[in-house]
Every structure is written in C-alpha cells, then in structure tokens.
C-alpha cells in the first residue's frame, strides 16, 4: 500500500505501534502513581507469607522505582516512534532515517515491555518496511 505521499503501510504499522506502546507507558504509570506504595515492601497487598509477588515475577520484583524507571522509557520511547512514524509521513524522501529510528527506539521499548510487546513488534515491522522501501517509478 505505497501511496503517492510515501511509504503508507509503514507508516501506519509505526503509528500504530507507537500508539500502543504510549498508552501502555502511559497506564504504567498512572498505575504506579496510585498504587506504588501498596506494591512489595512489608505489608503491601501482594506481600503474604512467601514474599512478595512481584518478587517472584522477576524483574519488576520488589523495586517500585524500578517500575517507574520502565513505564518512563515506555513511555518516552512511544512518543519517539509516534514523532519517527509522523516524519517518515512527513518526508517520505528520508525513509531510512526515519525508519532506523522507528527500529530503534522499538527495541528499546521491549525493556519497558513494549507495549505488551505487540506495539514494539509493530513498530520494528514498521521500521523494517519503511527501510525496504523503493518509490515507484514514473511510467512514460
């Protein structure tokens, strides 16, 4: 689906992508501004006999700045691939720049989880098509 404005499948891949992994940072924190005390520690409501919860889940164990730290870059790295797919809109031309950035800041976003890993993926599939991309040639 290339139309005349450039590499539309990519960018809507991108945009989409972007989208979720936003809206995931974006929950992640909301969810650690309201309940970030209540999480791991002494006493917080997934804390029982055997420890902590979140302990047993691995990385986000016990560690609520942690969580914060994740759902920023989550957060930051869905803005940045939201701006990479709207330039690659923006100037078609600069398909490789734009979508090494869209790659890259969809990898990073796998650290955050990456929008439960869909909108990372998303983006990275986005990026890969607007590298691969070839303008049609005129026909005369």
Known sequence: ???????????????IGGLIVLLYGFMSLVMFALYGPYWGGIGGWMSGMMGSYHEFMGIYGGSTELFAVLSVISLVCGILIIVGASMLRAHP??????G???IVFSAI????????FIGAVLGIIGGAFAISYRPRTAKT
């Open 100 to 102: 090494t950035v869209i």
């Open 93 to 98: 031309k600069e398909h490789a720049m734009w």
């Open 109 to 116: 976003s796998f650290v955050g989880m990456g929008g439960f």
């Open 1 to 15: 689906m290339e139309t005349s404005q450039g590499p539309g499948i990519s960018y809507i891949l991108s945009l």
